[in-house]
């Protein structure tokens, strides 16, 4: 048995993921709707991983800000690193734009028979900002609100560098809890194969391939933008940037890369990012620690990309006229609405609000386009949203009474 476990060790982790990946797409055609019973090994594993996510942010920032040391490095860092998220985001929107006119996944599909699913209103700027700011910090640790423990973990470690000797014992603590979250963070990684091979195949069993055969041209337009914007935008920012070359780094991230892919969260994969920026791509601690949980909230290129296709999608499915100024709008609306997204799967099914709001499309239209694109997501949410009435209704509240 222990040479069996060892056996299992010695396997990369990267690979250990990949056929997890394939014999859960097959488990799952083969057991059909019996493999939902496989789902809450794939719960479980999510869990494991947003358990990690709030400490191992706020810890590592912290950890990351104060080794920087000088105020005036920490501000060109995250100066450059919000231009280069901005630009890429805009570049990935651009992408998505050009292949939905390019290919029309739209033209010609009729989406009427969608049962309609409610969409939540879309969320004005100045309220999504003000929100970084958390009025409670220890509320905004236990709700999981990642951007506002940014915040947090950004004022105090800067406060602590400005502190000077002062602050040196909470230093070496942050440092020492730095490498204890990236430890914990190996742990729960070893149980990864399981839950990808699970949460695979509960998707695979329940929707099957048949849920997909209606949309996709939109699926093309949103792989084949993914592969440009990672090869040609993200590539060159690799060679030519960073000067480093490409095959190498794509070697160094493929773990990252196999688990956004299996659980369509970029939150999940901090963990893993980090790990992966530091033992296998050779970033300084520092630096990726403040830069990898502010990417993993703010650059949403993913997103972009998406939003922007279905826009075009849905203008072409409703035979809604776009003009130049449209596409405009669209690029704009899809760069601010991207940023802060929740790092979670289908997040950008309830922000499309405001993109297809801006080119007019009705809600009645939203709501059934909606549908089309995540089938049975309606019936998800309703049940999610129950569960946390009920939880609401039998929790007291925090403050007494």
């Known amino acids: 048995m222990t040479r069996l476990f060892r056996q299992w060790l010695a396997v990369p982790l990267w690979q250990r993921i990949l056929a997890?990946?394939?014999l859960g797409a097959l488990a799952?055609?083969?057991l059909g709707a019996q493999a939902e019973s496989l789902r809450w090994l794939g719960d479980l594993f999510i869990r494991l991983i947003r358990m990690l996510i709030v400490p191992l942010v706020f810890i590592t920032l912290v950890a990351g800000i104060t080794g920087m040391e000088a105020p005036a490095r920490l501000a060109s860092i995250g100066l450059k690193a919000m231009t280069l998220y901005m630009a890429t985001t805009f570049g990935a929107v651009l992408i998505g734009l050009a292949l939905a006119l390019a290919i029309r996944p739209g033209i010609g599909l009729d989406i009427g028979t969608a049962t309609a699913v409610v969409t939540a209103a879309p969320v004005a700027l100045g309220e999504r900002m003000m929100a970084i700011v958390p009025e409670n910090v220890i509320a905004a640790f236990a709700a999981g609100d990642v951007l506002a423990v940014?915040?947090?973990?950004?004022?105090?470690?800067?406060a602590m560098v400005l502190a000077g000797p002062a602050a040196a014992p909470?230093?070496?603590a942050f440092t020492a809890g730095s490498a204890v979250m990236l430890r914990l963070t190996g742990i729960v990684m070893e149980f990864a194969p399981f839950g990808v091979f699970a949460l695979v195949a509960t998707v695979t069993g329940s929707e099957g391939l048949a849920a997909f055969t209606g949309m996709l041209k939109l699926g093309l337009v949103v792989f084949l933008g993914g592969a440009l914007h990672m090869l040609l935008l993200q590539g060159a920012l690799v060679r030519f940037?960073?000067?480093?070359?490409?095959?190498?780094?794509l070697k160094g991230a493929r773990t990252p890369q196999l688990m956004?892919?299996?659980?369509?969260?970029?939150?999940a994969t901090l963990p893993v990012s980090l790990e992966a920026a530091q033992e296998q791509l050779g970033v300084p601690a520092p630096i990726a620690s403040v830069v990898l949980p502010l990417g993993a909230t703010i650059n949403m290129d993913g997103t972009g990309l998406y939003v922007a296709a279905v826009a075009v999608f849905a203008a072409q499915v409703f035979g809604i006229p776009l003009s130049l100024a449209d596409y405009g709008l669209i690029a704009l609306t899809t760069m601010l609405v991207s940023i802060g997204t929740a790092s979670v799967p289908s997040a950008s099914l309830f922000l499309m609000a405001a993109v297809l709001d801006v080119i007019g499309v009705s809600t009645g239209a939203r709501h059934r386009l909606r549908a089309a694109l995540r089938p049975a997501a309606g019936h998800?949410?309703?049940?999610?949203?129950?569960?946390?009435?009920s939880r609401h209704r039998h929790r007291r509240h925090p403050l007494g009474g």
């Open 20 to 22: 997890a990946l394939v």
């Open 150 to 158: 940014i915040f947090f973990a950004v004022l105090l470690g800067t």
């Open 241 to 249: 940037v960073a000067r480093m070359p490409i095959p190498a780094f």
């Open 28 to 30: 799952g055609l083969a």
């Open 170 to 172: 909470l230093t070496r």
């Open 380 to 389: 998800v949410a309703h049940r999610r949203q129950r569960h946390r009435r």
């Open 260 to 267: 956004a892919f299996s659980t369509s969260s970029s939150a």
